[in-house]
């Protein structure tokens, strides 16, 4: 297993920057004062395809040799790194083909078109998803670009914690949501090496907690169909995420399906911030737990704005 490096980091910054956004740090008043600590949200869903995952794909997609590219890449992903990918292929002008659930934003779905990318669906189950995605691999050979478990991705997702960094001044932690790991995953990898002193929090819905269990073991727990809004951490950590989880994260926090909703819209009305079920957990766990945030200056990473506007949770 390939352990990403701070280099591959910096290759990668190097390597995707005609291709994404350096993303704004926006901050609210009222915010701080319900949490009574200086929030800082890195807003990722005003990334290039809506996502952070748009980093760790291009940089993957551009770091294919001219052989590999020309057989495509392929991947499974809930949604946001289908599109990202779907976006960095396009750009290369390279085939994508990506396995989703059935159940995945329509949204997502959309864009994954939109972008040119070829979308064959899938059961919502971890087992559907890798069992249909072995047959679509099979059928294409196209490079097979992991949604979190790639030391490419990783590398490239680190880089939204590097901008972080040089956007602000003096961080005490930084959180980030948690289904397969590839965001702290990358936030661990740049922190770690950048700026040791500052904690990693990730934070995850009560009813997908495999990540948070998964810690506190001191193994992987995996569930194979977790029902949350969060549609986007619904999946399991991998062995490389969780060598970066288990040797620098801090802590898992988690939070209820009505505290992620009350979360989301929170943002949406104060800072007018389009932004995912996904995103909202961080701030939700920051509400949750006020006196470990007290006082605190905290990076928080808004991972994605591609929303359903007709399938908004506060509407069901």
């Not at 329509?106 to 078109?113: H, L």
Request: hydrophobic residues 40%; glycine residues 8%.
């Amino acid at each position: 297993m390939y352990i990403p490096t701070f280099d591959d980091m910096l290759a990668a910054q190097a390597r995707i920057q005609p291709h994404i956004h350096c993303t704004p740090i926006l901050t609210s008043s009222y915010l701080n004062d319900l949490t009574g600590a200086k929030l800082f949200f890195k807003c990722e869903n005003f990334q290039k395809a809506g996502a952070f995952k748009v980093r760790g794909a291009s940089n993957a997609v551009f770091g294919l040799s001219q052989e590999d590219a020309a057989k495509g890449v392929c991947t499974h992903s809930s949604g946001n790194h289908a599109l990202s990918l779907s976006y960095a292929a396009g750009r290369r002008g390279i085939p994508c083909n990506v396995v989703m659930p059935r159940t995945a934003p329509q949204a997502k779905k959309d864009a994954v078109r939109g972008y040119g990318g070829i979308i064959t669906e899938c059961e919502p189950s971890t087992t559907s998803r890798e069992g249909v995605f072995a047959e679509v691999q099979a059928a294409t050979g196209g490079n097979f670009v992991h949604p979190y478990n790639d030391p490419r991705v990783i590398a490239g997702q680190a880089t939204c914690s590097r901008e972080l960094l040089e956007q602000t001044d003096g961080l005490d932690m930084v959180l980030a949501p948690i289904g397969g790991g590839g965001m702290i995953s990358g936030t661990c990898l740049t922190l770690s090496n950048h700026a040791p002193e500052v904690q990693v929090i990730a934070a995850e819905p009560e009813q997908a907690d495999d990540a948070y269990r998964s810690f506190r073991a001191g193994q992987i727990i995996a569930d194979d169909a977790p029902d949350t809004i969060a549609d986007g951490l619904r999946v399991p950590l991998k062995d490389l995420t969780w060598h970066f989880v288990s040797n620098h994260v801090t802590d898992i926090l988690t939070a209820s399906e009505d505290e992620i909703i009350d979360a989301m819209k929170l943002t949406w009305k104060l800072m007018k911030l389009v932004m995912e079920a996904s995103s909202a957990v961080p701030l939700a766990t920051i509400i949750k737990n006020k006196d470990r945030f007290a006082g605190k200056r905290v990076g928080v990473i808004i991972t994605g704005g591609n929303v359903d506007l007709d399938l908004l949770p506060w509407l069901n």
